[in-house]
């Protein structure tokens, strides 16, 4: 995209915007009470607000690549923190997607450099269902389900957090799991059974 269009096309939007609702950016300027936290991959065709039909304000995002959620990442955790603790946010999703160059590269016995450590995130993912993604002899269909189970292992990520834990003693703060398929553009909600996931776990790190 040329860089000139960009500002033609947002001076369009802003005239879009006004002739709808002349107070539409005093309005937004007055502040934020999102409901939903949304985490999602960098991929620069899976943009968030768009793909849920998200107006402005609706939602707050966070995206890096892969939709990882590590607790030794300063930017996720204060987000989360941000987002649950003032915000008060009460639906937290993560939100994966079918092609994800990152998952695809964290299947590859392969030196990737700075990435390294990031795909490593993913490779404890695949270390932790290794027994079930190494009975699926279809590669596609292989990377398909980590795709997938990532998103699972970061929604506990997120329930492991202090936060999480702490704002769920007041209010049912729910995650969900999802991924977008990008051949059809559809979202599909992996409905984790996340008591059956934590089940045995959560004594470990359950915070008092």
């Known amino acids: 995209m040329n860089i ?7 001076q369009a939007w802003v005239n879009e915007k006004l002739g709808k609702d002349p107070d539409y950016f ?24 768009e793909i849920m039909g998200a107006k402005p304000g609706e939602a707050f995002v966070m995206r890096n690549i892969s939709n990882m959620v590590s607790n030794l990442d300063l930017s996720a955790m204060s ?45 404890d993912v695949y270390r932790l269902h290794q027994k079930e993604l190494n009975s699926i002899s279809d590669e596609e269909q292989k990377y398909k389900r980590l ?7 970061q929604c506990v990520n ?11 003693r007041n209010r049912n703060l729910k995650v ?13 909600d992996l409905k984790i ?3 059956k996931v934590l089940k045995g776990i959560m004594e470990i790190y359950h915070l008092d």
């Open 4 to 10: 000139d269009q960009i500002f033609k096309n947002n």
């Open 26 to 49: 005093k309005n937004l300027a007055d502040g934020q009470s999102p409901e939903i936290l949304y985490i999602g991959c960098s991929d620069s065709r899976v943009t968030a607000e």
């Open 79 to 123: 987000v989360i923190n941000y987002a649950v603790s003032v915000l008060k946010v009460n639906h937290i999703i993560v939100c994966g997607h079918y092609g994800c160059g990152g998952v695809k590269a964290a299947m590859q016995s392969k030196d990737l450099g700075i990435l390294n450590p990031w795909l490593r995130n993913i490779r």
């Open 147 to 153: 795709v997938e189970l990532n998103v699972q292992e």
């Open 158 to 168: 997120i329930i492991k957090t202090a936060d999480v834990q702490i704002a769920n």
């Open 176 to 188: 969900y799991g999802w991924v977008m398929d990008m051949e059809t553009g559809k979202l599909i």
């Open 193 to 195: 059974d996340f008591e």
